[in-house]
């Protein structure tokens, strides 16, 4: 009984992984939240309308592990701090932030996991 529910647990656990790639894809295509692709482009989005602004997701995807787009995505200012994309995992620094998003991050700590674990599966062939 016990090695049952221990089998049990363990491949709850193999499942339930950091991130989910459904949750992620829906995200990334969103654009009332994440809005990431106002600048990047995606090509297997099948989305007619894509910004051409920031590198292609796929690039970006087959060149950085998961936690150097993890960083990126949490708050791009530690790389440009000039750029242009939403640190969207901070609130310093930012300007005329709508009351009800006010120290409010754009994103979940899960939903940069959905993201990340959805992007990396665009850097497999
Ligand atoms: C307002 C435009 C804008 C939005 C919205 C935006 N980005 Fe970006 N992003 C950029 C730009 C521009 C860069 C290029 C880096 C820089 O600014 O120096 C970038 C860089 C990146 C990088 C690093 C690319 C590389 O190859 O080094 C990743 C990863 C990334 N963005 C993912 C995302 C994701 C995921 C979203 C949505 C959650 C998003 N971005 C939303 C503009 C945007």
Redesign the pocket.
């Known amino acids: 009984m016990h090695a049952l529910l221990a089998l049990l647990l363990v491949t709850a656990a193999a499942q339930a992984g950091p991130g989910d790639v459904q949750r992620g894809r829906a ?2 295509a969103d654009r009332t939240q ?3 692709l ?3 482009a995606l090509h297997g989005a099948g989305d007619a309308n894509q ?1 051409n ?3 292609p ?1 796929e ?3 087959a ?2 592990d998961a936690q ?2 993890r960083d ?2 949490a708050d ?1 200012r530690r ?2 701090p ?5 640190p ?1 995992r901070s609130t310093e620094g930012l300007r005329d932030v709508a009351p009800a998003w006010q120290g409010k991050p754009a ?1 979940t700590e899960q939903q940069l996991d959905d ?1 990340v674990a959805y ?1 990396g599966t665009l850097a497999r062939p």
């Open positions: 995200l990334v994440s809005l990431c106002l600048c990047h910004g602004l920031a590198p997701l690039a970006s995807a060149r950085l150097g787009m990126r995505i791009m790389f440009n000039a750029t242009v994309m939403p969207f994103l993201i992007l």
